[in-house]
C-alpha cells in the first residue's frame, strides 16, 4: 500500500485523547472539502442532508470513537420511543414510553458520568476500604447530546411538538456537528423547522457566521489558551506554593479562561451553523456584567441554564408553590446543574453555592432592588462579579483542599506591594487579561459594526481577516491547542 494512503488513513482514523477541535489545521481542511460538497448540492435536499449526517458521525467518531454507536443508539431509542407517545392516547403507555426514555437516557449518562462517583462516596463509608474506580471512558460531549436528544421526547409528550416521520432528520438534529459535543444545546422546536426549510445563508448570515468564528478563535486560542499555559494551570496545580496575590490573579485568570475557551466554542459553532444555513441559539450574554446571580444565569451558558428551568426547576413546582419551595427549588436546580458538570463533590458545592445564593436573593428582592439605581448596581456588579470568581475556584481546583487553601492565601497572605512584580513577571498574560475584561465590557452594537464591516469586505478582505487571525494565533500559541474544558462534561 503506498506511503501517502497509509498517512492518510492514519490522518482520518480516531486517535485516543485528541478529539477533532475546530482551531487545528486539520478541521479546517476536512471542513473546506465538506463545505465545498454542501455548495454544490444546496439544491438537493436528500444529498446535502445525508452530507451533513455522515460529516457530522465522522467528525463524532474522530472525538469519540467507538461511542459513535452509543450516539446512534440514543437516537433510535428516542426516535421510536416519541413515535410511539405520539402514536397513543392512553396515558399510563405515554407515561411509560417517556419513563423508558428518561431511564435510558439518564441511565446511560449515569453509567458513564457518575457511577465511580457514586459507588466512591458510598463504598468507603461501608466497608471501611478504599474504592478502587473502575476504568469507565467518558463519552466527548455525552452530556450535551443526552439532553437534547431528552428534551425532544419531553416535548413530544408535552405535545408541544409532533414527532418525525423521518428517522434520518432526527438522526441530523441529534448528531448536527458544530455543537454535538460542547454545545449550545439546541431544542427540535428550534432546529426541527430549519432542516425542513433547507435554507442557504444570505450575505448578512455569512458576515455575522465569519464575525463569531473569527471572535471565538480569537478568544479560545489567543487568549484562553494562552492564560492557561502561562498562569492558571501553574497556579492552581500547586496553590500552596504561591503567594495570596498569585492566587488571586490565578483566580481571575481562570474567570476569563472558561469564559473565553466556553463562549469561544460556542461562537465557533454558532458561526459554522451560520455559514451552512442554519441558526443555533445564543449561548453566552456578556455574563460577567451582571448585576445579580439571577442575571448572571440569564446571560452564561444560557441553553444549559433554560433546559433546566424549563426541564427540572417549573416541573419541581418553580415559585408556584410558595416562597420556602422557591427557594428548595432553585438549589436543587442548581445542585443538579453543578452536578451535570462533573462527578465530585467539588462540582456539588459550586451548584450549592450557586443555588443557596440564588434562594437568597430571591428572598431579599434583589434583582428588583437594582432597578433605577445606578450606585446599586455597580455595587451588584462588583459583588456577583466576585461571587463568581469564589464559586470558579471550586470548580477549578483538583481537590476541595487545594481550593480552601488558595482562599485562606488570598485571605491571610495577600500583599499589595507584590501585585506590581507581577505584572512585571507576566507582563503578555497581564495585557490578555485586561484586553479579555475590557472587550468583555464592551456594548454588544460594536458586534453589529464589526458585522457590517465584514460583508462590505467581501470574499477577499474576510479571507484577509480569517488569514490575519491565523497569524495572530499562531503567533501567541506555546503549544498545542488544548481541548476545550467542556468537552469533559
Not at 459535543?181 to 431544542?187: D, F, L, Q, S
Not at 473569527?214 to 489567543?222: E, S, W, Y
Not at 443555588?355 to 446599586?376: D, F, N, Q, T
Request: with cysteine; proline share 4%; charged share 15%.
Amino acid at each position: 500500500m503506498p506511503d501517502w494512503l497509509l498517512n492518510l488513513g492514519h490522518i482520518l482514523a480516531y486517535e485516543p485523547g485528541k478529539p477533532l477541535i475546530f482551531p487545528t489545521g486539520l478541521f479546517f481542511w476536512l471542513f473546506l472539502g465538506f463545505a465545498f460538497f454542501h455548495a454544490a448540492s444546496r439544491r438537493i435536499w436528500s444529498v446535502r442532508k445525508w452530507l451533513f449526517i455522515a460529516f457530522s458521525l465522522y467528525f463524532y467518531y474522530k472525538c469519540s470513537g467507538i461511542f459513535l454507536l452509543l450516539l446512534v443508539g440514543t437516537s433510535v431509542v428516542d426516535y421510536w420511543l416519541a413515535r410511539w407517545i405520539a402514536g397513543t392516547q392512553r396515558r399510563g403507555w405515554r407515561a411509560t414510553f417517556l419513563t423508558v426514555s428518561l431511564v435510558s437516557n439518564l441511565g446511560v449518562l449515569f453509567w458513564f458520568k457518575y457511577a465511580n462517583f457514586v459507588l466512591g462516596s458510598v463504598w468507603a463509608p461501608l466497608s471501611g476500604h478504599a474504592f478502587t474506580p473502575m476504568e469507565i471512558l467518558l463519552p466527548v460531549g455525552i452530556s450535551f447530546y443526552t439532553f437534547q436528544s431528552l428534551s425532544y421526547t419531553i416535548d413530544v409528550w408535552r405535545r408541544e411538538i409532533d414527532p418525525l416521520r423521518d428517522y434520518s432528520e432526527f438522526l441530523f438534529f441529534v448528531s448536527f456537528f458544530p455543537q454535538l459535543v460542547a454545545g449550545p444545546i439546541v431544542r427540535a422546536s428550534v432546529f426541527l423547522p430549519q432542516i425542513k426549510a433547507n435554507h442557504y445563508p444570505d450575505r448578512t448570515e455569512r458576515a455575522e457566521g465569519w464575525r463569531r468564528i473569527l471572535g471565538g478563535l480569537l478568544k479560545k486560542a489567543v487568549i484562553a489558551d494562552y492564560i492557561a499555559s502561562n498562569l492558571v494551570d501553574r497556579i492552581f496545580d500547586s496553590p500552596l506554593q504561591h503567594t495570596g496575590a498569585e492566587c488571586l490573579m490565578a483566580a481571575y485568570g481562570y474567570t476569563l479562561q472558561i469564559y473565553c475557551d466556553f463562549s469561544g466554542y460556542s461562537d465557533m459553532a454558532i458561526g459554522i451553523a451560520l455559514l451552512l444555513g442554519f441558526r443555533l441559539p445564543n449561548n453566552f450574554d456578556r455574563p460577567y456584567v451582571s448585576a445579580s446571580l439571577t442575571e448572571f444565569w440569564r446571560r452564561w451558558h444560557i441553553s444549559l441554564s433554560t433546559w433546566l428551568r424549563d426541564y427540572l426547576y417549573i416541573p419541581l413546582g418553580g415559585n408556584r408553590k410558595g416562597k420556602y419551595r422557591t427557594y428548595f427549588n432553585l438549589a436543587a436546580t442548581m445542585v443538579l446543574g453543578g452536578l451535570w458538570h462533573g462527578a465530585s463533590w467539588k462540582f456539588v458545592l459550586w451548584g450549592t453555592m450557586h443555588g443557596v445564593a440564588l434562594a437568597l436573593e430571591k428572598a431579599i428582592g434583589w434583582p428588583r432592588r437594582l432597578e433605577g439605581s445606578k450606585l446599586l448596581r455597580i455595587f451588584g456588579t462588583l459583588f456577583t462579579f466576585h461571587f463568581v470568581v469564589l464559586c470558579w475556584i471550586f470548580f477549578r481546583a483538583k481537590s476541595m483542599s487545594l481550593a480552601t487553601g488558595m482562599i485562606l492565601k488570598i485571605a491571610t497572605e495577600f500583599h499589595v506591594e507584590i501585585v506590581p512584580k507581577l505584572l512585571d513577571a507576566w507582563p503578555m498574560v497581564t495585557f490578555l487579561l485586561v484586553i479579555g475584561f475590557s472587550v468583555h465590557f464592551l456594548p454588544q452594537e460594536l458586534k453589529k459594526v464589526c458585522e457590517e464591516g465584514i460583508a462590505k469586505a467581501g470574499w477577499i478582505g474576510t479571507g484577509a481577516l480569517l488569514a490575519l487571525a491565523i497569524w495572530v494565533v499562531v503567533q501567541a500559541q506555546t503549544a498545542d491547542i488544548q481541548p476545550f474544558i467542556y468537552f469533559q462534561f
